[in-house]
């Protein structure tokens, strides 16, 4: 009981800074959507036949690319729900637009980095992702699904490539199962060496990091035919360079956690740095928060659906707008279809109880935060 007060007083406390909302308002951010992880359930069993404990990591263990199946899943669920205005539930969608090209890769030795637009990656999957683009596309249409920019590759490529080169066994028997997000680190926060595309290890990661940027808003754009005007960093890692590198191209808005983690050359320090809703810095641009949660796929204890609406009802109280963190991995049957099944039933019983208990909800996606912190 003494500890559930305590979380409710953080949860009150961390909803007083930043600017009110009139309109209660719901936004689901989910990170990953483009990026490979575990490539296959083969590939899963044949590196755990090895003796690399993938099974420790609920990534490793249910994260790949949305297959067809994942995603109809997904927009059944989203468009059984309406606001006063008519709108389902919307995933802010946001996207990584390029992955490692194994062959190529390989074929120069680990020397050089190479990548393909994620659509391509999709067509060498099975026939169970071939559709898989052209159901973002219809997700977009009819505005259940709204990417946004999530980085150019989910990777630090430096220093994956870095340790391929030097003969790592862990990140070579992941290599060749088309797989780039093994092996564990301690060095960062998030305890994975490879993810954090925006983390340094010396002064010239800084350049080529805000050329990814640069590259990755216009694949955006190409890809997905509107330009990007929100952006998370992956794993909340990320510099002062790549806040202006992305102000320059267009974007408006910094999702983020509580905290950012602001890397620095010295190792295993970062600097954390927290933020509020409708925050401002120095380029413009507006910071959004995270604030509610719904991650079934972390943990089977958890009580996801009430943690979730306790957190939205604080949110409301303080006139702030309810911004729940849902990864892709939750919805993710493609290595284990009980994953996806689970999340898709709790995630029904959520946005039920929403919509019951808050009919005056609007449903948004993050890029459209903006006009409402500014009054438009």
Same mark, same amino acid.
């Given at each position: 009981m003494f500890k559930h007060i305590l979380k409710s007083a953080s949860y009150n406390l961390q909803s007083i800074p930043g600017k009110r909302v009139d309109e209660k308002i719901i936004i689901i951010e989910s990170d990953d959507w483009g990026s490979i992880r575990m490539s296959s359930k083969r590939a899963y069993n044949s590196l755990l036949d090895k003796g690399i404990p993938v099974n420790k990591s609920f990534y490793n263990k249910y994260d790949s690319l949305a297959s067809s199946e994942d995603l109809e899943n997904l927009f059944h669920v989203l468009s059984k729900y309406k606001d006063k205005r008519g709108n389902s539930p919307v995933i802010t969608a946001n996207t990584i637009v390029v992955n490692p090209d194994f062959e190529r890769i390989r074929q120069d030795n680990f020397e050089k980095y190479h990548y393909e637009l994620f659509p391509d990656t999709l067509k060498k999957y099975s026939n169970?992702?071939?559709?898989?683009? &052209?159901?973002?596309?219809?997700?977009? *249409?009819? *505005? /259940?699904?709204?990417?946004?920019?999530?980085?150019?590759?989910?990777? $630090?490529?430096?220093?994956?490539? @870095? @340790?391929?080169k030097q003969g790592n066994k862990d990140a070579v028997a992941?290599? &060749?199962? $088309?797989?780039?997000?093994?092996?564990? &680190?301690?060095?960062?926060?998030?305890?994975t060496n490879y993810m954090a595309a925006f983390d340094i290890d010396n002064e010239n990661d800084i350049n080529d990091q805000v050329l990814a940027v640069q590259q990755g808003l216009e694949i955006f754009k190409d890809i997905i035919g509107y330009p990007a005007e929100s952006f998370i960093a992956p794993n909340y890692i990320w510099h002062d360079a790549i806040e202006q590198a992305v102000a320059k191209q267009g974007i408006k808005q910094l999702q983020s956690g509580l905290y950012q983690f602001k890397p620095s050359l010295k190792k295993e320090q970062y600097k954390k740095v927290m933020h509020y809703i409708g925050q401002k810095n120095k380029y413009g641009l507006s910071y959004s928060v995270r604030n509610a949660f719904f991650e079934p796929s972390f943990s089977t204890g958890t009580d996801w659906v009430n943690n979730c609406l306790h957190r939205i009802d604080v949110a409301f109280k303080w006139k702030k707008p309810a911004i729940i963190c849902?990864?892709? /991995?939750n919805y993710i049957g493609a290595i284990e279809k009980s994953n996806r099944d689970n999340s898709l039933r709790q995630l029904d019983v959520l946005l039920k109880k929403i919509t019951q208990k808050w009919p005056e909800a609007i449903f948004i996606s993050s890029n459209q935060l903006n006009d409402y912190l500014n009054g438009k």
């Open positions: 169970t992702h071939q559709n898989s683009f &052209d159901l973002w596309k219809e997700g977009i *249409k009819s *505005k /259940v699904f709204i990417p946004q920019f999530h980085g150019r590759e989910h990777l $630090n490529y430096k220093r994956w490539l @870095s @340790s391929l992941a290599f &060749d199962e $088309n797989i780039f997000g093994y092996p564990l &680190d301690a060095r960062s926060p998030f305890y849902s990864h892709r /991995v």
